[in-house]
């Protein structure tokens, strides 16, 4: 088998398509993350706007309405944004750096067992208590370093069964709290998946939270059909082949009762074949034209013109998947995908190539080709393997980019090669210290 699963992203209620520009000033009580934290800005975390974005879209995460602007000018110009699961702050990093790279925004996303991770397996994770810890240091963190990179980020965590939901009741009591004291949400959405459940379950679940998440401007993924293939310990390779496709009907069912909400945000994730991993091809069998169907039929119940594209679609399980396929999906309205599997591995094949070609210099403190008595600490600071593994992935986001028509999105232009503020005279003699931020 294969995978790739597709989640449809559903513009809230139809009204939502059509709420005017903000621009980034609201009541809030600090100017950017930076300034919350006492980071100094230099750069580009300044930028009030993007010279090819709607004026609410500003570099750092972006939440409510700018959010909302974001993948409206997604749906319009025909690009996906790549959703990429992180682990650690170097993987968050090597997101940045690509999206920059890319002229682009970037959706940085954390599943469970990855939030649970960056607060660290040492920890116990009794009632997902680590989860939640990890899940909000890693958004402070994207928090703190997306204005740095100077790209606007969607701060995301990826699948929610309903035995994790304790994990989202952390999750967001983190961001009501953020909430009162800035007047957005610390994340700009989070995806449920009770596609395992029955639907009137799944609808009634995700309306109870819609709720909730709506009273602070933040936007709900959830899931119809069944992601097949295997991810972040969820096994549903035996799924029945039926729910891997989603019906119109279904996704109608749920966009008319999330719909009710007032300020409802929504997506909806609905398969189409799609699987979790990557297997040898011919495995799975997409079929993008369930996207096109349900657009049709939800464009006719809600009384909008032939051709209308009211749900934005999510493509989960996008590792693997033919660019026909993308491509085809990004026609009816995918504005997200996921990637999970293909970065993990181009993180590793950073570290295994690195290991690789400095195999002799890696085998011990002291000793390689050059001489008995060589000290090989450079060869095996952590640094140098981890710099690797972020290239390699920085590189093969760069392709996820390209595939999702998602370059030169912002009109910054290239970016320059970056540089350590140590090796740049400029900002040497302007005080900048060691241990300052990369320029
Ligand atoms: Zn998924």
């Not at 032939?306 to 995918?334: A, C, K, L, T, W």
Request: proline share 6%; hydrophobic share 40%.
């Amino acid at each position: 088998m294969q995978k790739l699963l597709v989640s449809a992203v559903l513009l809230g209620s139809a009204s939502a398509l059509h709420v005017p520009v903000t621009s980034r000033s609201r009541p809030i009580t600090m100017g950017t993350a930076a300034d919350d934290m006492g980071i100094p800005c230099v750069g580009e975390c300044d930028l009030p706007s993007y010279p090819k974005l709607p004026p609410s879209v500003h570099p750092g995460v972006v939440t409510g309405q700018a959010l909302m602007d974001l993948l409206k000018d997604a749906k319009e110009k025909g690009y996906a944004i790549p959703a990429v699961n992180c682990v650690t702050s170097s993987s968050v990093n090597a997101c940045l750096e690509a999206a920059r790279k890319a002229d682009a925004p970037i959706m940085i996303q954390f599943s469970s067992g990855g939030a649970q991770f960056y607060a660290g397996k040492g920890l116990d994770n009794k009632d997902y208590t680590a989860a939640i810890a990890g899940a909000v240091s890693g958004a402070y963190h994207v928090r703190a370093m997306a204005e740095q990179y100077g790209v606007p980020v969607v701060l995301h965590t990826d699948h929610c069964a309903k035995k994790l939901l304790p994990w989202m009741d952390g999750m967001l009591a983190a961001s009501e709290r953020y909430y009162k004291m800035h007047g957005e949400p610390l994340f700009s959405s989070h995806m449920l998946d009770l596609s395992e459940e029955p639907l009137e379950e799944n609808i009634d679940i995700c309306v109870e939270y819609m709720e909730r998440m709506a009273k602070m401007d933040m936007l709900l993924e959830m899931e119809l059909g069944i992601t097949g293939g295997e991810e972040d310990g969820v096994n549903n390779e035996d799924a029945n082949q039926e729910d891997l496709y989603t019906k119109p009907e279904e996704v109608w069912a749920v966009t008319k009762a999330l719909m009710k909400v007032p300020n409802a945000k929504f997506t909806i994730a609905a398969a189409f074949g799609n699987v979790h991993g990557v297997y040898a091809p011919g495995n799975v069998k997409l079929t993008p034209k369930i996207l096109k169907n349900s657009q049709a039929y939800i464009s006719e119940q809600l009384g909008m013109p032939q051709g209308s594209m009211p749900v934005s679609f999510v493509f989960h399980g996008g590792s693997g998947s033919d660019i026909n396929d993308i491509r085809e999906s990004i026609g009816y309205g995918v504005i997200k995908m996921n990637i999970d599997t293909d970065t993990q591995w181009s993180y590793w094949d950073g570290i295994r190539a690195y290991e690789k070609e400095n195999r002799d210099y890696l085998q011990g403190q002291i000793g390689n080709p050059e001489g008995a008595d060589k000290p090989n600490k450079k060869y095996y600071d952590p640094r140098m393997p981890i710099r690797a593994a972020e290239k390699a992935c920085a590189k093969r986001l760069m392709q996820a980019f390209e595939d999702l028509k998602c370059v030169g999105v912002l009109g910054l232009g290239d970016s320059k090669e970056p540089s350590n503020v140590l090796a740049s005279s400029v900002y040497r003699e302007a005080g900048a210290r060691k241990g300052a931020l990369p320029v």
